[in-house]
């Protein structure tokens, strides 16, 4: 689908973006060209100057009126060329057959000094060919929310979308009540998902699966290229991706809450942060999303969808893993089956650093998988028992802060005598073993509770100290700070989130 939308030359500025659009130069079916659309009042939230600098871009330009007003869409830079991408996309297991970019707008490519190609989108930007009953918006809160836990993802070393800004709009959107209206700046190294080949796929149009498998194998597994299946080979690199960033999901108590194809990012970047959330206690059957009834996106359901989101994308490349179907198919079973085995390896071996294995032993998963077991029957806090691991493994004088976290401190004691007999087969020095162990477990999460407690002195208050506050707290997320300590407790009863809300 293509359309043009209006473009005004007043409106296209100078500031210097270093553009280079290779989805604008795909096929007109790909996306529809649509300039975002401008909003009454814009206004700086926040600025991601650490980001700006590493894309390349000049902060003080962004932050600058005309800066301000390419991030609120009211001006195009040169050499954007802004559309929307045509995708499809199972949700909650329902398959739409068009999705697409109804309230985002990209504006364009750019290559950082580094040479890294970058998407600049604009989430909020106003409604496009693909928008059907929504109005292209989005408000603060949602935005707010995206903002904060994607850059909490990035500190954590997971891969991510980013945040470059936050703008308010001036102007409210109709939600169950009216809302301020904002604009996310959204970076990320593409926006091809899953549902973009289902699109394709959907249509029968065989010719576009592959122009985007080609594409996206030149953007982000350029080593296919010259392999001698390159389509089974980019489909194995997404695979291992995926298998990858789930149990880096897992590692850290994340729940996406929308694993739908079309959030599925065949970077391996996580993507379209909605009602996300972190886990306070541990339960694998925690979900937080109001609209998942079914707990079809549980914490633990997370790696069992994501290799059903693959299986979608195996479906529609299958015209160009063989020659023949049964040779497509056998490719492509043979490419999912190493998402088993690729998942229980990063996070067997993610828990084992966690609790500070750094050589591999038998029954090192019968003892990660104990711990897990008594945290959930004692509603133990995720995040704090491993971090206060870090103490317990630098000598037993620790063991009474992990133990104080177990509604039956015994179940603690039983799985510890274990863990410190196991423990006598690691190399490192106590000291040393505590510090590799504080490098992986954070001290910070963005905690539901002062999550929602932020937005919320936002949307209600305009008062932005509470999102700036817990901004900063997540940017370092290993690290003790003295002050920040409010950051790193479980909610108390009255605190307690029990649901988080898309905000669509
Ligand atoms: P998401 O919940 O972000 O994964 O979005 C699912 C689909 O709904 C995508 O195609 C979005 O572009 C579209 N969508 C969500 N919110 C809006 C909105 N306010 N206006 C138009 N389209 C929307
Ligand atoms: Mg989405």
């Known amino acids: 689908m293509s359309d043009v939308g209006p473009t ?50 000049d902060p003080a330009a962004l932050a600058s009126p005309e800066g301000i007003a390419i991030l609120a869409g009211n001006r195009v830079p040169e050499g954007a060329a802004p559309l929307a991408l045509a995708y499809a996309g199972h ?14 707008i990209l504006l364009g490519e750019i290559v950082a000094p580094d040479g890294a190609r970058f998407d600049i989108q604009l989430k909020g930007s106003g409604p496009t060919p693909f928008s059907r009953n929504g109005d292209g918006r989005a408000a603060l809160g949602p935005v707010l929310r995206e903002y904060l836990i994607s850059e909490a993802m990035a500190a954590f070393g997971i891969p991510t979308t980013r945040s470059l800004a936050a703008v308010t709009t001036g102007e409210t959107v109709r939600r169950e009540t009216r809302l301020p209206g904002a604009v996310l700046t959204r970076i990320a190294t593409s926006h091809i998902r899953v549902g973009t080949f289902q699109y394709f796929a959907a249509r029968g149009d065989t010719e576009a699966v592959r122009v985007l498998a080609d594409h996206a194998i030149a953007r982000h597994y350029p080593d296919a290229a010259a392999a001698t299946q390159p389509y089974r080979t980019l489909l194995d690199g997404v695979v291992a991706r995926q298998a990858d960033l789930v149990a880096r999901w897992l590692l850290v108590g994340f729940i996406h809450g929308v694993m739908n194809t079309d959030n599925t990012a065949v970077s391996g970047e996580t993507i379209d942060y909605g009602p996300c959330a972190f886990m306070d206690a541990y339960d694998p059957a925690t979900v937080f999303s109001s609209i998942d009834d079914y707990s079809r996106y549980a914490y633990g359901n997370q790696p069992g969808i994501a290799h059903w989101n693959l299986v979608r994308l195996a479906e529609a490349l299958l015209p160009l893993l063989g020659a023949d179907e049964a040779s497509a198919l056998a490719a492509a079973e043979a490419a999912l089956g190493a998402f088993g085995p690729r998942f229980e390896a990063a996070w067997i071996g993610g828990l084992r650093h966690k609790i500070g294995l750094a050589n591999e032993r038998e029954g090192d998963g019968a003892l990660v998988q104990g711990l897990l077991e008594a945290m959930k029957a004692n509603g133990a806090d995720f995040t704090l028992t491993f971090r206060r691991l870090c103490e317990a493994a630098a000598g ?98 009255e605190e307690r989130v029990c649901q988080t809300f898309c905000g669509t």
């Open 396 to 493: 037993s004088a620790g063991d009474a802060g992990v133990r104080a976290l177990f509604a039956d401190g015994t179940a603690y004691d039983s799985w510890a005598a274990g863990w410190r007999h196991r423990l006598q087969d690691e190399p490192a020095e106590p000291a040393v073993r505590a510090a590799a162990m504080r490098a992986v477990n954070p001290a910070v999460i963005p905690r539901n509770h002062r999550v929602e407690a932020a937005l919320a002195a936002a949307v209600e208050h305009q008062d932005f100290g509470p999102f700036d506050a817990l901004l900063d707290a997540v940017s370092r997320p290993f690290e003790d700070r003295p002050g920040l300590e409010r950051y790193t407790e479980p909610p108390g009863p």
């Open 8 to 57: 005004s030359d007043l409106r296209r500025t100078t500031l210097r973006c270093p553009f280079d659009n290779s989805y604008a130069r795909l096929p007109d079916r790909f996306y529809a060209r649509r300039d975002p659309t401008p909003v009454a009042e814009p206004r700086l939230v926040r600025l991601n100057v650490a980001l700006a600098e590493r894309l390349g871009l």
């Open 91 to 104: 949700q909650f297991g329902h398959f739409s057959p068009q999705l697409g970019d109804g309230r985002a």
